[in-house]
């Protein structure tokens, strides 16, 4: 009896240990399979990454699809923090450039509303996303609107001057042109704990406004020139697009402030006022020429396949990150940026 029990228990672990083998096998073969996927659909990808269309609503809220040889407008969300997110350099240039193929290819694409809501960002994805959109227009003749409604505060006034005309609701806030970074000193709080930094440098002023030392006199003047350049940019660009506006009024009068919709059209900032976003995108297709049934349509890579291989996933990349959403300030710290924070 003895000898019966432990035959059962032996042939009870064999198949414990079969099974465990079989399901570890199909799973590292999924796993396999992933990488190679991932392979392909990752940030180090050897094709390019599929775009999935979003039906937007027209001018009269329709959101019927139409013929594949209709004229399309092309909708770009400048929305949230600038260089953060969706709202890259890279991630506009790839929808500007996937909108001339695939099933919107043909010349198809025959206007562009940005709408607009947004307190800026980083300087350099603000400056990239501006010249991408100038780019776009001028190599297809298309026009491009702007329809703000929140908030169009410094980067997202520098992406605005690429349009041809700014259309805003009466509630939005509109201005902010000005040049903002912030450094941290942190001397104090290591030697209340008792750390000591060491940083090592080769080049002179290479470790300007180093935070784990004591500043020395003169080293904000660099910054300051630095934040000067891109302030005379980003006046430049303003003053170039919104004629209304000239550099003497804008840096001794207007500064940084941001207006609320009605008198930001009285000073020049926006086109119209009161509008909602059907009026600016009926204006823009009598702009474009657009006579005939049209579709508005939006880029999104967040399929299936972009958020199983995309670049982010923690999986692919090996790490899990663990941070805390609605402080883009602390991600932005140290970086010049045409960013409005009241």
Not at 105 to 116: F, G, N, Q, W
Not at 179 to 191: G, P, R, T
Not at 203 to 220: A, Q
Not at 316 to 327: A, N, P, T, Y
């Amino acid at each position: 009896m003895k000898f019966v029990q432990e035959s059962l228990i032996a042939s009870a672990l064999r198949s414990f240990f079969v099974c465990f083998c079989a399901v570890l096998g199909i799973s590292l073969s999924f796993l396999v399979i992933l990488l190679f996927m991932g392979g392909l659909f990752s940030g180090q990808k050897l094709i390019e990454p599929q775009f999935d269309l979003r039906v937007e609503a027209n001018s009269q809220g329709s959101t019927e699809i139409v013929s594949s040889t209709k004229p399309v407008v092309l909708q770009l969300a400048i929305e949230n923090v600038i260089g953060m997110g969706k709202l890259t350099q890279e991630n506009v240039t790839r929808n500007l450039n996937a909108s001339r193929s695939g099933p919107l290819k043909e010349d198809r694409v025959k206007a562009i509303l940005l709408t607009i809501n947004s307190p800026g960002g980083a300087v350099f994805d603000a400056d990239s996303i501006y010249q991408a959109i100038l780019e776009y227009k001028s190599r297809y003749k298309v026009p491009v609107y702007a329809y703000v409604d929140g908030l169009c505060a410094s980067g997202g006034m520098y992406i605005a001057c690429a349009a041809d005309k700014i259309y805003a609701s009466d509630v939005s806030l509109i201005g902010s042109v000005g040049v903002i970074s912030e450094h941290y000193n942190v001397v104090d709080l290591l030697k209340k704990v008792g750390v000591t930094a060491l940083t090592l440098t080769s080049g002179k002023y290479k470790d300007d406004l180093n935070p784990t030392r004591v500043w020395e006199p003169g080293e904000e003047e660099r910054w300051k020139a630095i934040s000067a350049y891109y302030y005379d940019r980003f006046v430049g660009i303003v003053t170039k697009a919104r004629s209304k506006i000239t550099k003497e009024m804008l840096v001794n009068e207007y500064g940084a402030q941001v207006f609320p919709a009605p008198l930001a059209l009285e000073k020049g900032y926006i086109d119209y006022t009161g509008a909602s976003r059907a009026d600016a995108l009926n204006a823009l297709i009598k702009a474009a020429g657009i006579t005939e049934e049209y579709q508005v349509v939006s880029m999104h890579e967040d399929g299936l396949f972009g958020g199983l291989f995309g670049k982010d996933n923690a999986l692919l990349k090996g790490q899990i990150v663990h941070r805390i959403e609605g402080f883009p300030e602390a991600e932005l710290a140290n970086k010049p940026l045409y960013f409005y924070t009241p």
